[in-house]
Nanobody
Framework: QVQLVESGGGLVQAGGSLRLSCAAS????????VGWYRQAPGKQRELVADMTSGGSRNIADSVKGRFTISRDNAKNTVYLQMNSLKPEDTAVYYC?????????????WGQGTHVTVSS
């Protein structure tokens, strides 16, 4: 199992920046992929960015060039640096841990952190 605790959300004006943190209860290297998803009101949850244990990154086109995913292995923490924020980035952001076993796949989620971007 993995417990995930997010922090860093809040209210920011358009053009501003925020950094989200996701602290995992186990080594990031033991997790096949850790990522950030978001869900805006009335919309489906969507992938924002993720990173495999080997360091490969995947960034959604809608945030490419503005958001960066990184990690601190010593702290078992994954970050999402969000720059040039837009009102359409407003959503609840969730941290996800994806584990692939021999016969099963497990996904674990944090409690979510709210990001509100005002125009």
């Amino acid at each position: 199992q993995v417990q995930l605790v997010e922090s860093g959300g809040g209210l920011v004006q358009a053009g501003g920046s925020l950094r989200l943190s996701c602290a995992a209860s186990r080594s990031i290297f033991s997790i096949d992929a850790v990522g950030w998803y978001r869900q805006a009101p009335g919309k489906q949850r969507e992938l924002v960015a993720d990173m495999t244990s080997g360091g490969s990154r995947n960034i959604a086109d809608s945030v490419k060039g503005r958001f960066t995913i990184s990690r601190d292995n010593a702290k078992n923490t994954v970050y999402l640096q969000m720059n040039s924020l837009k009102p359409e980035d407003t959503a609840v952001y969730y941290c996800n841990a994806h584990l692939v076993g021999r016969a099963r796949v497990d996904d674990y989620w944090g409690q979510g952190t709210h990001v509100t971007v005002s125009s």
